[in-house]
């Protein structure tokens, strides 16, 4: 798959493949195990919001090999439009399922992000769920690492004499996905997975909402409860009127095209 590959459903700008978790794990291990590297992004309605406004962040998502929906409000859209986005697919999820398959076929991951010992702790917590699991490294780099030239190539040096099959980047859109650009080409034969808050969350210093606040859409309110000055704006004043928009947007191209047999490819706004 590559950024020209046909089938993606276009949702606000960003491109998304139509595929389910255990798809996603399927293409990426098969995918390392022949030696071909990738990035994986996983845009939810914060990202999508960001890339609306932002070409270079929009480019940045699209040029992605496989972009997947975090967010229910992606594959709502989707259907209002008539495709498909069978399920949503969360980096929370991915980092327990790619490394449960990259623990059976043997490929080493690395994980950045987190404060100093979040990512250590999600290191063993993953390693005591899959036995058997090589984590080649972990890093921690500080707050601005990533303006500091210095301080950029000693991240990818590390990473680099690691050598992982999978590197799970959970510093947060877009500077995760920044970092991965930056990276790739020291590792050409790696996967990059931008995972968010995963790698917290894989940790236990974080807390994830039950799977059916999830499955309604209602993360985000698990997540404005338990830390509502920090997400208040960004969820109340920014997320919740642009998901309205979308999909409002959304139903009122699907009422315009309700008399075609076939709804064609959209961008909802």
Avoid at 114 to 133: F, N, T
Avoid at 137 to 151: H, I, K, L, R, S
Avoid at 162 to 169: D, G, K, N, Y
Wanted: charged fraction near 20%; hydrophobic fraction near 45%; include cysteine.
């Amino acid at each position: 798959m590559g950024r020209g590959r046909t089938g993606r459903v276009e949702i606000a700008g960003v491109r998304l493949d139509p595929l389910t978790e255990a798809q996603v794990v399927e293409h990426i291990i098969g995918a390392s195990l022949r030696g071909q590297g990738g990035h994986l992004v996983t845009p939810n309605v914060d990202i999508c919001r960001a890339a609306g406004r932002d070409p270079s962040l929009r480019e940045l998502v699209n040029a992605a090999d496989l972009a997947v929906a975090d967010g229910m409000p992606l594959v709502w859209a989707a259907r209002l439009l008539g495709r498909t986005l069978p399920e949503r697919v969360t980096g929370a999820d991915l980092i327990w399922s790619l490394t449960e398959a990259a623990a059976v076929h043997g490929l080493p991951v690395y994980l950045i992000g987190g404060p100093a010992g979040v990512a250590e702790a999600a290191r063993d917590a993953l390693c005591e769920r899959h036995p058997g699991l090589v984590v080649a490294g972990v890093d921690a780099p500080p707050y601005g690492f990533e303006t500091c030239a210095a301080a950029l190539a000693e991240v990818r040096a590390r990473l680099v004499a690691a050598r992982p099959a999978l590197v799970f980047a959970g510093l947060g859109f877009p500077k995760q996905d920044r970092l991965i650009a930056a990276l790739r080409d020291g590792l050409p034969g790696a996967w990059f997975v931008g995972c968010g808050a995963a790698i917290a969350f894989a940790a236990g210093s974080a807390r994830r909402a039950p799977a059916w606040m999830g499955d309604h859409g209602l993360e985000w309110l698990f997540r404005l409860i338990g830390e509502p000055r920090r997400l208040a704006r960004r969820y109340l004043l920014d997320d919740l009127p642009f998901a309205l928009r979308l999909l409002t947007g959304c139903l009122l191209r699907r009422l315009t095209h309700r008399d075609r047999k076939e709804i064609p490819s959209m961008t909802c706004r």
